[in-house]
């Protein structure tokens, strides 16, 4: 194994742990379903893409909700919830690596912020639509939630959710990126992708 494979493997591992870390600090917004809770922890991955390409950032949002997984649990017995994360985390970053790396700049990371908080919230709406809450009801054994209070579920409280999680994820992404520019752009060099 060369050395820049190897220290990309290492730099993953560490932004998966980091992110594993952040992962455990959430919380609710007040007047959002109670089981949505806001986390930063899509940052690290940002990190990878930027640095290190796409391949890197999806290993940071697998090997963090595997992490997660192996220390929480799941009240499922599947991991219903950290497989909706991880795709969450993927609709969030591929649309940033996408628009920044063509222009490489503030401007090209806010863009692809604004591109991947809409590609996270009305992605994240039709998957828990379609798969996400039909396995909850499935494996919990609950009754399903269908009509009005499917549509408030996804429309007022879902979409909402990821739109508020992806303007947090935008503001601190942004700062993070204003002081370490040169970092990434020196760690661009000497991983190139």
Do not use: C
């Amino acid at each position: 194994m060369n050395n820049k494979k190897l220290r990309k493997l290492i730099l993953v591992a560490i932004l998966g742990s980091i992110s594993t870390v952040l992962m455990q600090f959430n919380f609710p917004i007040p007047a959002m379903p109670g089981f949505l809770k806001i986390d930063f922890s899509e940052i690290p991955a940002v990190m990878a893409i930027m640095t290190m390409g796409p391949a890197a950032g999806i290993g940071v949002e697998l090997l963090k909700n595997i992490m997660h997984w192996f220390l929480q649990g799941s009240p499922t017995g599947v991991p219903v919830g950290e497989i909706a994360n991880f795709a969450t985390g993927v609709l969030f970053i591929m649309p940033i690596y996408w628009i920044f790396m063509k222009y490489r700049s503030a401007k090209g990371l806010a863009a692809g912020l604004i591109a991947g908080t809409v590609a996270m919230a009305v992605g994240m709406s039709a998957l828990n639509y379609l798969v996400f809450l039909p396995m909850y009801t499935y494996f919990l054994g609950m009754p399903a939630v269908t009509g009005d209070s499917l549509y408030q579920m996804i429309i007022l409280g879902i979409l909402p959710f990821n739109l508020v999680k992806g303007a947090m994820l935008l503001a601190i992404t942004l700062m993070l990126y204003r002081s370490m520019e040169k970092w990434i752009l020196q760690q661009q060099k000497k991983l190139s992708f």
